[in-house]
């Protein structure tokens, strides 16, 4: 019996933010999908605008699997997770201890196919994930903002900078053409320009 998949079905048990006081919950299963369209997308824009030369797809399924460490870890609140290079140092060990750990209850005729989108942390594609991840963190604080939720303005202002800082052109041109949408309600999405 292998159990690598009711692992991974449990990432929708796996509440994020959870320092924050929020009004809206989100769980891994679903940040990380917003990941996924997000990393194809910056992939596409890169590719088409940019000259770049991603596998959008590969870097959906990185996103996909980019927080499988969390189903054994948990979340751990990036205040946490950042407090002191030690304290970073031992839990990027812990969380590839739990990716293996996990990658274990694959078939062995599954394994190698599966394990290089798991672990993969050095890939061009890797790193428009971690973009993409940063911009889902921006997204959540835009969402919880927009509800009066002051909690997330210092969550808010960190994500901005990074991604105003980012050294991918595909992040820029997201941020000017997409972000503004975002604080937009459902009547207003809907209306026709």
């Known amino acids: 019996m292998y159990k690598f998949y009711a692992f991974l079905h449990r990432m929708r048990y796996i509440n994020r933010w959870s320092l924050m006081r929020s009004y809206f919950n989100e769980n891994v299963a679903e940040h990380s999908h917003c990941v996924a369209i997000l990393a194809h997308t910056l992939c596409i824009i ?3 605008l940019f000259g770049g030369n991603l596998n959008a797809d590969r870097a959906a399924v990185i996103a ?3 927080e499988t460490s969390e189903i054994i870890t948990g979340d751990l609140p990036t205040p946490i997770k950042y407090f002191n290079n030690s304290i970073t140092s ?3 060990e812990l969380e590839a201890q739990a990716e293996m750990r996990i990658i ?6 599954l394994k190698n196919e599966l394990e290089e989108y798991i672990i993969d942390k050095q890939s061009e594609e890797y790193k428009v994930v971690k973009y993409a991840d940063k911009l889902a963190a921006y997204i959540k604080c835009i969402e919880e903002i927009v509800a009066d939720n002051p909690e997330y303005n210092s969550a808010f202002d960190s994500q901005e900078k990074a ?3 980012a050294d991918m052109q595909c992040v820029g041109y997201f941020m000017d053409n997409f972000i503004k949408a975002f604080y937009l309600s459902l009547d207003k ?3 026709e320009d």
């Open 64 to 66: 996909l699997y980019h």
């Open 46 to 48: 890169q590719n088409k």
């Open 163 to 165: 991604l105003k800082a």
């Open 104 to 109: 274990r209850e694959l078939p062995p005729e």
């Open 90 to 92: 031992a839990y990027k």
């Open 189 to 191: 999405l809907q209306a």
